[in-house]
């Protein structure tokens, strides 16, 4: 019985291995920083034996630059040199274990490295960069399969429950020029879309599924959902400094996040799969839990995501490159209290990226050796 349950994990997850993380980015300064679910990387992480381990890194990349107003680009940003360009790296190294064939516990220890150039932060005289990297918010959490894998190979759905620490830096501070007295430089806390961490301890809710659609095919989606009950964390902005009317910005917030994603994956050999689906990142307008004071900036990304995996034994590589098709900052609350105040509309803007690079790699150490597929299993999950 062992055997066969190590048989399955292994069959299963030639076909929800393309599934990648689901991972919020929100392709831009959107997001307050690289993010994804708590409890695992993927379907085919999750999908394991009582006592297997999966270990594995998985990096994301994008460079942020063009500029929205709801769903109006402004090209002429880019145009007349005034956009803000931001390149993100992220690595995450996590762990999952299998307490059972359907309970399951992850962490995920996040490092990142961001560069961010801009005009309007440096006395709008010169262009000019600031940096930050180090560790980023750790999270960590448990997973359940409602049904029992082994006796339902065609479909199953799981939820989990998981914590995000706020181990990362949340006041990372680098030189801004042109902006001290008599225009001489000065040390401030770097753009919110740049700090490794936020400063709030979260809660993750959140969910995985897989649906068998014909021979080779299934069809796979998930979803999370950040609360992030703190309000502020006290880190000072300077946005205020830039206009009278962002006194309200003056100080970071600590914004709720979610994602959700849904797609086909289709087996092309005993070793490659291939996926496309469609994925929606979001920082939204106002928080589930807790108040909506501070600065965020509230945006949306609609991605077409396609994807293609190798799996090799219990090796496992994988790539999606998301490309975004519609892109929304809508307003904030600050946008929406000025626009009241004044009778003028208001609606800030934030840049977004054309695409996100997301590669993984993994390795499962399973508990029981035999890892041969059973060859009943091989037209069922191949």
Known sequence: MKTKRIHFILG?????????????????????????????NSLENNLLGKG???VGMNYRYFKSFRHFRGTEEEPDRVANNSEVINHSHAWDFFLTYGISDRFYTSITIPTVINARSSLYEHGREERNSSFSRGLADIRAGIGYWLLDPIDNPE???????????????????????????EGSPEVRPVDQSIQPGDGGFGLTLDFQFYQKV??????????????????TNGIRTFRETLSPILENEAIMAVPDQYSVRTGLSY???NVISASLGARFDAVPVKDLIGGNEGFRR???????????????????????????????????????????????????????????????????????????????LRDTFN
Not at 216 to 229: D, I, K, Q, R, T
Not at 301 to 316: D, K, R, W
Not at 328 to 337: A, F, G, L
């Open 155 to 181: 479909g199953n759905i799981a939820v989990g429950l998981g914590i995000k620490l706020p181990t990362g830096n949340y006041n990372a501070t680098d030189i801004f020029y042109n902006v001290g007295p």
């Open 298 to 376: 509230p945006g949306n990304v609609l991605s077409l995501e396609p994807g293609i995996a190798y799996m090799h034994q219990n090796f496992t590589l994988n790539l999606n490159v998301p490309l975004a098709l519609r892109r929304d900052r809508p307003q904030s609350v600050t946008d929406r209290q000025t626009e009241i105040s004044t009778g003028t509309p208001r609606n800030g803007d934030a840049a977004f990226a054309d695409y996100l690079i997301n590669f993984g790699i993994s390795y499962r150490f399973p508990k029981n050796k035999a890892m041969d597929i059973d060859p009943s």
């Open 12 to 40: 299963i997850s030639m076909l929800v291995l393309t599934c990648n993380p689901i991972t919020l980015n929100a392709q831009g300064c959107v997001a307050i920083r690289h993010f994804s679910s708590c409890v695992g």
């Open 267 to 269: 087996s092309l050999s």
């Open 214 to 231: 014909a021979t080779g095919l299934f069809a796979y989606g998930g979803g999370f959902y950040l609360l992030n009950p703190r309000e």
């Open 52 to 54: 297997d381990l999966q």
